[in-house]
Structures are given as C-alpha cells and as structure tokens.
C-alpha cells in the first residue's frame, strides 16, 4: 500500500506562537513528507508493499524501519496536537497521578525526559500490557512498539523539530508542545 502524508485536524498558522506556521510547512509539509516518499520508494516490489504502517514498524530494520517509524512517529505528533487544549480529562490525570505521583509531577518529568535527551529522538508517555504507564526515550526513528509498549503520547525532539522557532531552546519548544498536546486523544488511548 502507498503511504500518505496524514491531512492535519487543524490549519498550518492554527498552532502559532507554539509552533509557527513555516516549523509546520518544513517539519509537516518537508520533513515528514520525504520520509513517506523515501518509504514508498523503499518498500516498492518488497513483502513490506503489503503491509500495514504499524506491521512494518513492528518488523521492519534498516532504512525501511527508520523511514517507517519516522511517517509511524510523526504522523503520531501533530496528529496528538491541537490549537484548543481543553483541560485534560479526569481519567487520564487519575492514572497520571497514580503512576507518577501527581499530573505536576508527571510534566515535569516528561519535560525532563524531553529535554534530556541526547541528540536526536522521541520522549514518549507509554502504557504496557498491564496498563503501567512509563515515560520512555527513543533515540532517532525509534518507537516504543517495538518493546510491546502501546505510545499515548510524543513529542519530537529532533533539531529540526524546533530550530525555526526556537534555535538552540529545547526547553521553550518542549513546554510549548506540552501546551498543544490534546489530552483527551491521550485519554482515549488508554486501555
Ligand atoms: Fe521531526
């Protein structure tokens, strides 16, 4: 099957100051788009042709697997953003409290992950078999699916993630993202 770029549930200026429209037009528009194109060239004429995004992403390696996770993880992002953040939903913020001692705290600990990372990757809020939640690192194209974790939330934290608007501040991007995330796509992905 042919992969495509995901249509946005909002306008390419809606998310501004946060996230401007020209970091939409190159991460979304650029960025994401080449590794869709890269992906279809690649699994051309190959079993994966067949496959579904997610089975490629579970058996893929190589460029396939980086090409594969990185349509998976950004189609993922910006499809978990929104320009009107409502208050997150009381499900989700009880299981927050319960595993990481309070939503605050989970913030702040995603926000650590986030901007500790090294290089390039992925901060991600995880949930497992027996609905543990966990916030995991990826680095580059990495997915948490491949450990058996079910993703409920990401945020990228590759440099050209951020560099339009934010240079060299990690930090600003990443609370900036925290205020885009759409918490009840988050809270539906619970089990
Ligand atoms: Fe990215």
């Known amino acids: 099957m042919k992969h495509l770029l995901p249509e946005l549930p909002y306008a390419p200026d809606a998310l501004a100051p946060g996230m401007s429209r020209e970091t939409i037009?190159?991460?979304?528009?650029?960025?994401l788009q080449t590794y869709i194109d890269n992906l279809n060239r690649l699994i051309e004429g190959t079993p994966f042709a067949d496959c579904s995004l997610d089975e490629i992403v579970?058996?893929?390696?190589?460029a396939v697997f980086n090409n594969a996770a990185q349509t998976w993880n950004h189609?993922?992002?910006f499809l978990t953003l929104t320009p009107h953040q409502a208050p997150m939903p009381e499900k989700l913020a009880a299981r927050l409290s319960e595993a990481f001692g309070s939503v605050e705290n989970f913030l702040s600990e995603f926000t650590k992950a986030a901007t500790g990372l090294f290089g390039s990757?992925?901060?991600?809020?995880?949930?497992?078999?027996d609905g543990r939640l966990s916030i995991v690192q990826t680095q580059n194209a990495g997915n948490p699916m491949t450990s058996g974790l079910t993703p409920l939330m990401t945020v990228d934290v590759w440099e050209h993630a951020y560099y339009i608007d934010y240079r060299n501040r990690r930090a600003d991007y990443v609370a900036a993202c925290l205020r885009l995330i759409d918490w009840e796509k988050v809270s539906g992905r619970l089990k």
Do not use: I, Q, V
Not at 58 to 62: M, N, V
Not at 121 to 129: N, Y
């Open 25 to 31: 037009e190159f991460h979304y528009g650029k960025h």
């Open 58 to 62: 579970r058996r893929a390696d190589g």
């Open 75 to 77: 189609t993922f992002f």
């Open 121 to 129: 990757g992925w901060a991600w809020l995880t949930e497992d078999m």
